[in-house]
């Protein structure tokens, strides 16, 4: 990973500038956020003008928002997975899912999908717009975690992580406060949702962390060193006017924090607020040969990717359409390729936007406050069109319709070229 040179101690950490996709360290492979202002929605769950927007690649942000590759609504139609774990935490706005095993869900407002694609698995992910009085902002971050050899071979399968259950901790200083929603990683004596049963994080050794963290002004936090000596550890600052200070390190938004030591992690503001994501984890160690949607160890197993693809079209497509999006009156739900279907465990009314506190627990000890997750502002409006030319060969274009082939696909690229189909 190519830093910037900073001030501060070169023995705790650097800064350096995020890019397109937010580059990350092993296990994950990047990260990327995306805000939208889309407008109000109509009867079919799209905005009512797309003028300006370069339909089934639009990723230049006119008027705030993008359609992505979606035509009608915004999104991404069907495109395949293979030999990596995608963390789709949704803070604003609402994704309609579907698969190639039959699973389908919509989630928003704080909730998290955690996909294990292991085999290989073909995904849509469509951002209807359910009010159509309003606008509906919408913010997502995508974190993309590799997976070892052994998991690259397992079944596919997603877990829900539903906003009420994900803890929420409460940290106050003398002079504000800060939050840290706990996606991965235990913090303190919150214990986060369960990741799917292959992924990288479930592995005890892993040492997988995924925290939001937000602070008031004049707020401080010291985070709690890994688990593991060798776990790695990064901070990404988003937002507008965010700027946090890091180990003593100025970094504002757009910019980074790569701990370099083990140990814990002091973060404080000034007098500005400060948004940050955090992954941790120890690194799998094993080569990578990336290209597009597949994540593999060798060059021959990226090639064998792409041919199991056009063969078999990871377990075809069970749906009669490649953009599959939900009635607006449907709520937030996930129906598993089992046939289980789960819901949050509280339910309240889609405009309801703050879930009630939980009671305050007296084994938290250092910790004040445990309370389910809430939505967060931001004001980041630029996006990345990086991969729009290499997704248009997965774009199907009509119902049950193979992608055409006619040529092989090209080498992979190397880590520094990493691209993706999916948000």
């Known amino acids: 990973m190519t830093t910037q040179p900073s001030h501060g101690s070169p023995d705790t950490g650097r800064v350096f500038r995020l890019g397109r996709p937010w580059r990350a360290l092993d296990p994950f492979l990047f990260a990327m956020h995306h805000v939208d202002h889309y407008p109000a929605g109509t009867a079919n769950l799209g905005p009512a003008s797309v003028a300006d927007h370069d339909l089934g690649s639009d990723f230049d ?110 940290v106050r200083s003398p002079a504000g406060a800060a939050t840290v929603k706990v996606i991965a990683g235990r913090y303190g004596a919150a214990e986060p949702v369960s990741p799917p049963t292959n992924s990288w994080a479930a592995n005890p050794e892993s040492d997988v962390a995924v925290w939001l963290i937000e602070l008031e002004p004049h707020a401080r936090v010291e985070l709690p060193a890994s688990a593991a000596a060798g776990a790695r550890r990064i901070l990404y600052v988003y937002g507008d006017d965010s700027h946090a200070i890091v180990e003593g390190l100025g970094v504002a938004a757009g910019n980074g924090f790569a701990q370099y030591i083990h140990g814990t992690t002091t973060v404080s503001t000034g007098d500005r607020s400060a948004k940050l994501l955090l992954l941790q984890g120890v690194p799998i160690g094993e080569p990578v040969a990336q290209h597009g949607p597949f994540v593999m160890n060798t060059s021959a197993e990226l090639q064998q990717a792409y041919d199991d693809y056009r063969r078999t079209e990871f377990g075809g497509w069970p749906w009669d359409r490649v953009d599959v999006v939900h009635d607006r009156g449907t709520g937030r739900f996930a129906r598993h390729s089992d046939g289980s279907v789960s819901t949050p465990r509280l339910t309240e009314p889609r405009g309801d936007r703050q879930p009630p506190r939980r009671e305050r627990r007296s084994e938290d000890r250092a910790v004040d406050d445990v309370v389910p997750g809430r939505i967060v502002e931001t004001g980041d409006a630029n996006q990345h069109r990086r991969q729009a030319r290499y997704c248009r060969r997965f774009r199907w274009t009509g119902q049950r319709t193979r992608p055409p082939v006619r040529r092989r696909p090209p080498p992979p690229r190397s880590p520094q070229q990493r691209s993706h189909c999916g948000p």
């Open 61 to 170: 942000n006119p008027a705030g928002w993008n359609m992505y590759h979606g035509r009608t609504v915004p999104g991404f139609p069907a495109y395949p997975h293979r030999g990596f774990e995608t963390i789709t935490i949704v803070e604003r706005g609402y994704v309609d899912h579907a698969d190639s095993a039959g699973a389908t869900a919509r989630y928003g407002q704080g909730d998290v999908q955690w996909l294990t694609a292991g085999n290989g698995v073909s995904h849509s992910e469509m951002f209807p717009l359910l009010e159509e009085s309003a606008y509906n902002p919408f913010e997502l971050f995508q974190i993309w975690l590799n997976l070892p050899a052994a998991g690259k071979a397992a079944a596919p399968e997603f877990t829900m992580q539903w906003n009420e259950d994900i803890p929420v901790v409460t």
